[in-house]
């Protein structure tokens, strides 16, 4: 039982930025990737940024140069880092977390319950 609590969204005007957290808890015995994905509304469900246990980084072009995705090992926590936030950015925020678990030696697959960002003027 692995579980992803995550926090930081919110509304925001644009060229404003924001951090969101995402801590994991439960039966994790490792983590491997960690990762950000999006969903606007009527849209896919799209990967942001994804980051390996080794510190690779992985980004969308849409966020290139804008976002940055860090994680805390010793928090089991990943964060994405958003500066320049744009309206096209608004959208539900999932992060992602893969990895095995300390019961059973069972992989984890385990996602947030989102949290909601929106860039208005």
């Known amino acids: 039982q692995v579980q992803l609590v995550e926090s930081g969204g919110g509304l925001v005007q644009p060229g404003v930025s924001l951090r969101l957290s995402c801590a994991a808890s439960g039966s994790i015995f490792s983590i491997n990737t960690m990762g950000w994905y999006r969903q606007a509304p009527g849209k896919q469900r799209d990967l942001v940024a994804t980051i390996t246990r080794a510190g690779s980084t992985n980004y969308a072009d849409s966020v290139k140069g804008r976002f940055t995705i860090s994680r805390d090992d010793a928090k089991n926590t990943v964060y994405l880092q958003m500066n320049s936030l744009k309206p096209e950015d608004t959208a539900v925020y999932y992060c992602?977390?893969?990895?095995?678990?300390?019961?059973?030696?069972?992989?984890?697959?385990?996602w947030g319950q989102g949290t909601q960002v929106t860039v208005s003027s």
């Open positions: 992602n977390v893969h990895g095995l678990t300390s019961t059973g030696w069972g992989r984890i697959d385990a």
